[in-house]
């Protein structure tokens, strides 16, 4: 192990997104993280199985922890989850509310085993309110939380972004952040405690700036007309001669008049003068030039003449390419690990960097392993084998 967290020790209940985001970062920094599975679910995968133990799992989000297969409703499988739980640090679940307590694995169960707890509950709604047991996705949570409404351009639909906001920005990492804020507080009382990590709060909270920007009337509920959401044209996408597409953020007036220089706006412009740049009432005839401008150069002419300069210029590259790009191979912003290319740890420590700690398992591919890292005798294991507790 190596990172910041080196020597935490947390107990995650496999499932997706979000939660399976959070244990990542922190197995990233170091922290020995167990992702309990259903042994249920590995039994039928070792049974269908064709040689697939051989090739990498995909599901990256699983890197860097040992898996561990598990039947939580066999007495001795419960017994053995509140094992590791009474030497864990944190926990980690991203279940319906009440599904916990119904395996008797609640925050009152688990904590009156190991005091110290951290209890890191993921979900989307929150763990009460009146849609607290309702299913949904990030897309419902952004929804609700009034972060989808504006993304988008003026007189179109909202356009869902991706599900990064929800499930891994206002989600995963801020169950992380959660977590490590309640072990330092442990730190001091000595006392774990419950972290409710809800993507419609987690995602209302990445819209504190324009909520600030609205209550100052700088911003407008109509979507496609601000300076963030493609209304002002020096901050929006173009596309290029190539049929590719550039990026332009030249908020600030001096990006602005930087970016007017090199690519000679005002000649485009000329012979009437150039408005000023934040003429509201020019805004749609100066997109239009830039749309006119921009079709005139290549995505990688675009990138000679204004990349590396303080126009606030990039090159929108497609997921493939993104590893390829000279400042994130200089960065080593992506890594390989067993022949994947994948986002490496983040973010960068000067004495303690993280590292990916290994590929990402299969469901039960360390039972072994784990439990005997975490103080489980050959005898205890064999013995729980044997009784169906772990697979």
């Not at 920094?29 to 259903?38: I, K, P, Q």
């Not at 007189?155 to 206002?170: C, Y």
């Not at 398992?361 to 784990?370: K, L, M, S």
């Amino acid at each position: 192990m190596s990172g910041p967290l080196t020597g935490l020790k947390v107990v995650e209940f496999a499932g997706i997104g979000p939660g399976p985001y959070c244990a990542m970062l922190l197995a990233d920094l170091g922290a020995d993280v167990v992702r309990l599975e259903r042994a249920a679910a590995v039994r039928a995968r070792r049974s269908t199985s064709t040689g697939e133990a051989a090739a990498p799992s995909l599901d990256l989000l699983a890197r860097g922890r040992r898996s561990v297969g598990l039947d939580l409703k066999h007495p001795e499988g419960l017994e053995t989850a509140f094992r590791l739980i009474e030497q864990a640090d944190a926990l980690i679940e991203g279940f319906r509310p009440g599904v916990m307590e119904r395996l008797g694995l609640g925050p009152d169960a688990c904590l009156n085993r190991n005091s110290r707890l951290v209890y890191g509950r993921m979900t989307g709604w929150g763990q009460e309110g009146p849609l607290a047991h309702a299913a949904g996705h990030d897309i419902n949570y952004i929804s609700l939380a009034g972060a989808l409404d504006p993304i988008g351009r003026q007189g179109e639909a909202p356009v869902p972004p991706l599900n990064l906001v929800g499930d891994f920005g206002g989600g995963g990492m801020l169950l992380a952040f959660g977590i490590l804020a309640a072990l330092f507080e442990c730190t001091r009382s000595g006392r774990g405690q419950v972290v409710d990590a809800a993507m419609v709060d987690g995602a209302a909270s990445l819209m504190t700036l324009i909520h600030g920007m609205r209550h100052a009337g700088l911003w407008s509920s109509e979507r496609g007309t601000n300076l963030l959401d493609t209304g002002a044209p020096f901050y929006d996408v173009y596309e290029t001669a190539d049929q590719r597409y550039i990026s332009l953020g030249a908020l600030e007036p001096q990006f602005y008049a930087d970016f007017v220089e090199r690519v000679g706006l005002a000649d485009v412009w000329a012979p009437a003068p150039l408005p000023a740049q934040m003429d509201r009432s020019r805004w749609p005839l100066l997109r239009e030039r830039l749309r006119e401008l921009f079709k005139t150069r290549t995505q990688a002419e675009w990138c000679e003449l204004l990349e590396g300069t303080d126009v606030c210029f990039a090159p929108v590259l497609r997921i493939d390419e993104a590893a390829d790009h000279p400042h994130n191979r200089a960065r080593g912003t992506f890594v390989q690990v067993a022949g994947i290319e994948q986002p490496g740890p983040v973010p960068r420590f000067s004495r303690t960097p993280g590292s990916v700690q290994s590929p990402p398992a299969r469901p039960g591919d360390h039972t072994d392993q784990a439990l005997r890292a975490w103080d489980f005798s050959e005898t205890e294991i064999a013995a729980l084998r044997e009784a169906g507790a772990i697979a």
